[in-house]
């Protein structure tokens, strides 16, 4: 009886214990709730240069202050220009970053330090036509060159439209030309290059064969505008016949009703980029970032589109409507990296006292 007793007790003392070893076991840390990441208050306004043209920096600076409710108080300049100024400045600039200038600054600007980088959510995964590999500058706008002729003028001289870039060196064009000045434009800067490898380089001809081309193509123009724009109200109003011009102003005086005529002759056009980023010594850093963020979306694109820029998103460009066709393997790196070699070159070459 004694051993059946003991034997009872045992299990009642086995039983009890394996139901409170599991109630004396430490419970599972509580992960504690992590505070939501509060978003820092946007600046009223912010400074920044720009480089497009006076109607679409306007319509930019009005997106963002629509968008965000920052205020982009910006100076116009040409890109040229602003290279001088940035490089003037450095390193404590007059803005807070720069919207919609040219490719050489913005390598530049890497290069030297004065930019800073952001690993924007709005441009991850994008080629590097369209952003720094680094997070330096963001394309939002691929800009190209096209020909533009008066349609009145052509009428009466029995002109057509040149299908070729060659076409322009025939003499019957004589002061009839104008182009902007690589010195001052960042449009022709790219009308330049595009040339020296188009009749140079990629044709097995040398740099010198491009300077050839230009060499050629100088005699038939009448003068060099210092904006890129220039020529296309100059040939809209009838004082010139052709002009080599940004492609940004076409469709706007097309839709003014001016007798403009435009092509991409048969090789392609030229192309640069349309690069945003935030400069160094900013103190509104957090809102140039969310304003990098807001020029990724689409609907930023469709209004770049809407100009006639081309753009990383699949939104119809106006006077192109799809993507126009380019002269092939382009080396801008080689482009920008002789930048200030090749317009010492062509002052040289082209501009009299």
């Known amino acids: 009886m004694k051993s059946k007793w003991l034997i009872s ?9 394996a139901f409170a070893l599991p109630m004396c076991a430490p419970a599972p840390p509580v992960e504690e709730e992590k505070p939501p990441v509060e978003e820092e208050e946007l600046a009223k306004s912010i400074r920044a240069y720009m480089s497009g043209t006076p109607e679409h920096d ?7 202050k629509q968008k965000l409710g920052v205020e982009v108080k910006y100076l116009y300049l040409s890109c040229g220009v602003i290279g001088a100024r940035l490089d003037a400045e450095a390193p404590r600039f007059s803005a807070d970053m720069c919207i919609s200038v040219c490719g050489p600054q913005a390598v530049t600007a890497k ?11 709005a441009w991850r ?32 001289q029995g002109y057509a439209m040149p299908d070729s870039w060659e076409d322009l060196l025939d003499p019957k064009w004589k002061g009839q030309i104008v182009m902007p000045s690589p010195a001052t434009s960042g449009t022709a ?5 595009t ?30 505008t210092s904006g890129g724009n220039a020529p296309t109200d100059l040939v809209a109003r009838g004082e010139f016949t052709l002009g080599i011009t940004n492609q940004a102003q ?19 056009s030229g192309f640069g980029l349309g690069p945003n980023f935030i400069l160094k010594g900013t103190e509104e850093l957090y809102t140039c970032q969310k304003i990098i963020d807001l020029l990724g979306t689409e609907e930023f694109s469709a209004l770049r589109a809407a100009t006639g820029y081309v753009v990383k998103d699949d939104v119809p460009i106006a006077l192109f409507g799809t993507k126009p066709k380019l002269v092939p393997n382009l080396d801008l790196n080689w482009a920008f990296e002789n930048q200030d070699r090749l317009m010492d070159e062509w002052k040289t070459r082209f501009v009299t006292e």
């Open 9 to 17: 007790v045992g299990l009642v003392v086995c039983l009890l214990l």
């Open 58 to 64: 306007a319509d930019q600076a009005n997106f963002i």
């Open 111 to 121: 290069k030297e330090g004065w930019s800073i980088a952001y690993d924007s959510p």
């Open 125 to 156: 995964g994008l080629g590097s036509e369209w952003k720094d590999p680094d997070d330096y500058w963001f394309n939002t706008a691929c800009v190209v060159f096209v020909l533009v002729g008066n349609e009145d003028r052509l009428a009466e």
């Open 189 to 193: 800067f790219r009308m330049l290059f």
């Open 195 to 224: 040339f020296l490898q188009l009749y140079g380089t990629l044709v097995g001809k040398g740099e010198e064969g491009g300077w050839e081309y230009m060499a050629a193509l100088d005699k038939n123009i009448d003068h060099y």
């Open 250 to 268: 076409v469709q706007p005086r097309i839709d003014e009703g001016y007798p403009l005529l435009w092509t991409i002759p048969e090789e392609g």
